[in-house]
Antibody
Framework: EVQLVESGGGLVQPGRSLRLSCAAS????????MHWVRQAPGKGLEWVSG????????GYADSVKGRFTISRDNAKNSLYLQMNSLRAEDTALYYC?????????????WGQGTLVTVSS | QLVLTQSPSASASLGASVKLTCTLS???????IAWHQQQPEKGPRYLMK???????SKGDGIPDRFSGSSSGAERYLTISSLQSEDEADYYC??????FGGGTKLTVL
């Protein structure tokens, strides 16, 4: 059974940093691309970033480019999101998602999310 | 620019069928999409990948009541024999991380 468990969310002040983690199990992690998708309170889904199976291809939404960094450790079956210079508009539930294949395209499994609140 | 357009809301009666639409922007009618369901207070769940020719591959455990079809730039999700647990938000998504705005389905 595919399992994706996010952690690292919390309350953080504007301008500070936070690092999210996603522990994956139930599939061969290094065969698949991975994504971070967020959902602000009462809003729709917004893709944040994606990374291919070997980290060779990485993409970011314009809203986070230059502030967020996605990475993965295939030896630890883990996905990360380093978030710097956080803003109030980054407040959201952040989901980790597994792709259907090795190159970042479409997610087919989702975690339960970790909440990030940016407020002073 | 690649954009996916969904109606904000839809409704149908218990036991009936409903067809939700996702429209690809001009020049992108050959793109495949994915449909995701998000029940209230839950994380999203992948329903299916839907190709431009209407062929689709469903996720694990998705009931036969859920099906997909395509026509030009339109991608459809049909839910038959509606059940109360089908009341949810439905999102389409395509390459490059583009999401539609979602359709809130109410089961009457």
């Amino acid at each position: 059974e595919v399992q994706l468990v996010e952690s690292g969310g919390g309350l953080v002040q504007p301008g500070r940093s936070l690092r999210l983690s996603c522990a994956a199990s139930g599939f061969t992690f290094d065969d698949y691309a991975m994504h971070w998708v967020r959902q602000a309170p009462g809003k729709g889904l917004e893709w944040v970033s994606g990374i291919s199976w070997n980290s060779g291809s990485i993409g970011y939404a314009d809203s986070v480019k230059g502030r967020f960094t996605i990475s993965r450790d295939n030896a630890k079956n883990s996905l990360y999101l380093q978030m710097n210079s956080l803003r109030a508009e980054d407040t959201a539930l952040y989901y980790c998602a597994k792709d259907i294949g090795p190159a970042a395209a479409l997610p087919n499994y989702w975690g339960q999310g970790t909440l990030v609140t940016v407020s002073s | 620019q690649l954009v996916l357009t969904q109606s904000p809301s839809a409704s149908a009666s218990l036991g009936a069928s409903v067809k939700l639409t996702c429209t690809l922007s001009s020049g992108h009618s050959s793109y495949a999409i994915a449909w995701h369901q998000q029940q209230p207070e839950k994380g999203p769940r992948y329903l299916m990948k839907l190709n431009s020719d209407g062929s689709h591959s469903k996720g694990d455990g998705i009931p036969d009541r859920f099906s997909g079809s395509s026509s030009g730039a339109e991608r459809y999700l049909t839910i038959s024999s509606l059940q109360s647990e089908d009341e949810a938000d439905y999102y389409c998504q395509t390459w490059g991380g583009v999401f539609g705005g979602g359709t809130k389905l109410t089961v009457l």
